[in-house]
């Protein structure tokens, strides 16, 4: 358990640097924000300037750091003859980590953001719930989320060949395709359909939004295990 430990928290530091300049650039655009909504409102009431946003691209940074979480970490781990399976639960570790991180500071982020501006995060436009607890909560899921599918497809990335890789990527375009088709065939009822699923598993039904925690967490166990089937005997490429 100790060289899991160490793994994660190797790969967690990669992650400090990444961290700073992720919420600098976000405190730099909220004071472009602030000086916009100074500038607007003034001699106004400002009710009808709203912001709002920021949660969406901390879930891109999450799942862009999966998809950069793999290779190198990877090759390092294994030159010092650290097994699959460590480097797997310490990648796991760190970057679950790294989700309870971000998504406590986008909930601290966004109040602090809502008592100076009219700004409204990414869970209270959907949910219409200003609970912070279910904003953590809601926040940390999605990111695990996030980040564990973008780990999912570095791996499988990084495991095909040349003729997988392309075949890989264009299944969600034929995917789209064949939706789109079947759609037109049943007069919109695919898409009813797709919607009505949706509208189930994140709750938005009676907006709950504990059902979309358990969804997500579902979600991420599935993703997670098909990595951890991917990485156990994974080539060492270059």
Known sequence: ?????????????????????????????????????????????????????????????????????????????????????????????????VAALMAFVDVVLNNVFNQIIPYEGVFEQLYRNGNYFADFVWSFALMVLAVSTGMFITLLYYKCNKLMKVMISFIPVVLFILLALFNNLTKGAVAYGVVNFFTAVLGFENYNPYIAVFSFFIASAGVLALSYGLIRRMPIKD
């Not at 500038?39 to 009710?47: C, K, L, V």
């Not at 999450?62 to 003859?81: H, I, P």
């Open 1 to 97: 358990m100790e060289h899991t430990f160490k793994v994660s928290k190797y790969i967690f530091q990669d992650f400090k640097k990444a961290l700073i300049i992720y919420y600098g650039i976000i405190i730099g655009i909220f004071m472009l924000m602030l000086f916009s909504y100074m500038r607007f409102s003034s001699g106004q009431s400002g009710d009808d300037i709203r912001f709002g946003g920021f949660g969406v691209s901390t879930v891109i940074f999450m799942f862009v750091s999966g998809l950069n979480c793999f290779k190198v970490n990877f090759k390092f781990m294994q030159a010092n003859n650290i097994s699959r399976k460590r480097f797997y639960r310490g990648t796991i570790i760190a970057l679950i980590s």
